[in-house]
T-cell receptor, first 115, second 113 residues
Framework: DARVTQTPRHKVTEMGQEVTMRCQPI?????VFWYRQTMMQGLELLAY????????DSGMPKDRFSAEMPDATLATLKIQPSEPRDSAVYFC?????????????FGQGTRLTVV | KNQVEQSPQSLIILEGKNCTLQ??????????LRWYKQDTGRGPVSLTI?????NTKSNGRYTATLDADTKQSSLHITASQLSDSASYIC????????????FGGGTRVLVKP
């Protein structure tokens, strides 16, 4: 069945290391979101792509975070260098924006721990 | 600034009892409102969607209401089950360019036997 796939599910890394999270959106969806979830802040939008073009990445710390969609089947979120405050669960979601009430389907998330 | 406020932050109920979660929003212009259920360690899953003209919508034991005039929504869980233990997140979409989603902080529900 169609689902958003995120890898890895869990990542523990040392401060200063590069982290790359990957997302495979549902086939045919043209909108991809990256969210970060923490206990304190809840779900925060980091970046938003439509038809592979970045539409809004205002929620993302530009100095260390970058998001790309090299093709329609892969979205990546990279943190370089990582810091302990980046520890969170990172969710990718995809949808079809042409549908007025389109639902954003979420992946299982990548739980990142930076020590 | 668009905001979505949920209450209570958390609640504990006994299995079989009912409960109601609240969501107040200031998102404008309004497009739709969704309630998501998020199990621990999983991504959120949509329960219901409410558009401007809809007042009530049910999905099994979940019933959502919307008052677009007062900008309030509620999610009622009937005859709670242990599997209802989760976080419930209210998400409002605006109809302006970008169709941004504004997330509430969620209500964490714990159903005890």
């Amino acid at each position: 069945d169609a689902r958003v796939t995120q890898t890895p599910r869990h990542k523990v890394t040392e401060m200063g290391q590069e982290v790359t999270m990957r997302c495979q959106p549902i086939l045919g969806h043209n909108t991809v979101f990256w969210y970060r979830q923490t206990m304190m802040q809840g779900l925060e939008l980091l970046a938003y792509f439509r038809n592979r073009a970045p539409l809004d990445d205002s929620g993302m710390p530009k100095d260390r975070f970058s998001a790309e969609m090299p093709d329609a089947t892969l979205a990546t979120l990279k943190i370089q260098p990582s810091e302990p405050r980046d520890s969170a669960v990172y969710f990718c979601a995809s949808g079809l924006v042409e549908l007025r009430n389109t639902e954003a389907f979420f992946g299982q998330g990548t739980r990142l721990t930076v020590v | 600034k668009n905001q979505v406020e949920q209450s209570p932050q958390s609640l504990i109920i006994l299995e079989g009892k009912n409960c109601t979660l609240q969501c107040n929003y200031t998102v404008s212009p309004f497009s739709n409102l969704r309630w998501y259920k998020q199990d621990t360690g999983r991504g959120p899953v949509s329960l219901t969607i409410m558009t401007f003209s809809e007042n009530t919508k049910s999905n099994g034991r979940y019933t959502a209401t919307l008052d677009a005039d007062t900008k309030q929504s509620s999610l009622h869980i009937t005859a709670s089950q242990l599997s209802d233990s989760a976080s419930y997140i209210c998400v409002v979409r605006d109809s302006a360019a970008g169709n941004k989603l504004t997330f509430g902080g969620g209500t964490r529900v714990l159903v005890k036997p």
